[in-house]
């Protein structure tokens, strides 16, 4: 029988040359929502299905330790040793920011992913009877048209055909704010956010939160740059060449802060 609490090898593509990028993708997706966004001409990219996604095997448990050791597993089987560039989109960005504070990483770029996690608790549970209901493929379906604001039609479609939303996976993710008093979850929060001071640390927003939250976040990383991109949930695909280049600056700036 298959130890549970083993990090999985998670399904992958690597392709490119040059430093390590590993991009993990939102929940119910998979490593495809990433084809517009191309860094292969300056990165060695590799782009994982996290477990419960993709081709990925249907296990949980799915925090955040977890599945960031999962990625991590799929590093040291790829690439033995080499230290990655970690960049989330969504759920992604909770487990990029995990693999920051708990992995050798050279960077972690996290897209729309708000971390105060006490925050979305009061709103998840509020979804909670429609998640266990008849009605959670319509309720997966209605919160990504809620957020995907100016991104095109296309895109949308194509997105759509990407996901499966598997009941049991969405549960498992967002088992933390379902299950955890106010009090474990900020202790949850506080070991996510055990990040170290010399690894650069950049968020991408596109549903901006607001100024409160970002006194927050840098009060818990002090050296976070904050950015706010298109209004969508996913300002990486409705500018995919900008954010390539912020990639390549970013990636030069944490060359340079290690030089």
Do not use: C
Request: without cysteine.
């Amino acid at each position: 029988m298959t130890d549970p609490t083993l990090p999985l090898t998670l399904s992958y593509d690597i392709r490119g040359a040059g430093p390590l990028v590993v991009l993990i993708h939102g929940i119910t997706e998979r490593k495809e929502a990433w084809d517009p966004v191309d860094l292969t001409t300056d990165f060695e990219v590799l782009r994982v299905d996290v477990r419960g996604h993709g081709g990925s095997a249907v296990r949980g448990p799915y925090d955040p330790r977890t599945l960031a050791a999962d990625v991590h597993a799929t590093v040291e089987a790829v690439r033995p040793g080499v230290v990655p560039l970690v960049i989330g989109h969504s759920m992604g960005g909770i487990i990029a920011t995990a693999y920051g504070a708990l992995f050798p990483t050279a960077g972690v770029i996290n897209v729309d992913q708000p971390l105060a996690l006490s925050d979305m608790q009061g709103r998840v549970k509020k979804m909670e009877p429609l998640l266990r209901s008849p009605l959670f493929p319509v309720l997966v379906g209605s919160m990504f048209r809620s957020m995907s604001g100016v991104l095109s039609r296309d895109e949308r479609k194509r997105l759509g055909r990407l996901r499966t939303p598997r009941r049991e996976v969405v549960l498992g993710v967002w088992s933390i704010m379902l299950t955890q008093s106010p009090e474990e979850l900020a202790r949850t929060a506080d070991e996510m956010l055990d990040f170290p001071d010399d690894v650069p640390y950049l968020v991408i927003a596109g549903l901006d939160p607001g100024d409160e939250y970002v006194r927050w976040l840098q009060g818990e990383i002090p050296h976070a740059e904050y950015e706010v991109w298109q209004k969508s949930h996913y300002p990486h695909l409705i500018e995919p060449d900008r954010f390539v280049d912020r990639v390549r600056q970013f990636a030069g700036q944490e060359h340079r802060s290690a030089t």
